[in-house]
């Protein structure tokens, strides 16, 4: 076990909703990063966040959004979903000083209806 | 170009064997090279990693080969096992920032 937790284990919502998702970094870890992974692909980077502000981000659109808080737990919003974003999303932790090693959750599956 | 190959994409071996899986990535500017193990349901888990400055590592059964030069690196397991049945995914840093691409990831099945 990594450590980092997300929840809920898994929603199903329908097309047009809006969703948050949660993820508890590994303690001392101060940089989360968001990946979306759809069935039998890799993960794909959506963003990062480091103390508080997004400091890199991939090809996703804006309604894809997210938060990190002052406890380094992070949030992962999409606003009008569609039936594309079924997936597993995962939050990854890692602390700076420890350079680049990622230490990934069990994920929320997402099912868009 | 950001751009990971991972070959192939399913294995399988008898127990006791040997696994290689072969990761090739375009992106020169990248200096770390991780491995994740990815079982049914459950999140990706960092297995080894290199950095550009080492051309291998090892740990027990497992070991990482990198050849910068050729831009790419490959996972070995050796005396496999049947709980070493998983995806692997490559997931080299890209982007000159701390990015991981992922490969397309390989269906390993160790048998018995």
């Known amino acids: 076990e990594t450590g980092v937790t997300q929840s809920p284990t898994h929603l199903i919502k329908t097309r047009g909703q809006q969703v948050t998702l949660r993820c508890s970094s590994q303690s001392g870890h101060n940089t989360v990063s968001w990946y979306q992974q759809a069935l039998g692909q890799g993960p794909q980077f959506i963003f990062q966040?480091?103390?508080?502000?997004?400091?890199g981000r991939g090809n996703f659109p804006p309604r894809f959004s997210g938060l990190q808080f002052p406890n380094y737990s992070s949030e992962l919003n999409v606003n009008a979903l569609e039936l594309d974003d079924s997936a597993l999303y995962l939050c990854a932790s890692r602390a700076q000083r420890e350079g680049e090693t990622q230490y990934f959750g069990p994920g929320t599956r997402l099912l868009v209806l | 170009g950001e751009n990971v190959e991972q070959h192939p994409s399913t294995l399988s071996v008898q127990e006791g064997d040997s696994a290689v899986i072969k990761c090739t990535y375009s992106d020169s500017a990248s200096n770390y090279f991780p491995w994740y193990k990815q079982e049914l349901g459950k999140g990706p888990q960092l297995i080894i990693d290199i950095r550009s400055n080492v051309g291998e590592k090892k740990d027990q059964r497992i070991a990482v080969t990198l050849n910068k030069t050729a831009k790419h690196f490959s996972l070995h397991i050796t005396e496999t096992q049947p709980e070493d049945s998983a995806v692997y995914f490559c997931a080299p840093r890209t982007g000159g920032g701390n990015k991981l691409t992922f490969g397309t990831g390989t269906q390993l099945k160790v048998e018995l």
């Open positions: 966040y480091y103390r508080e502000e997004e400091n």
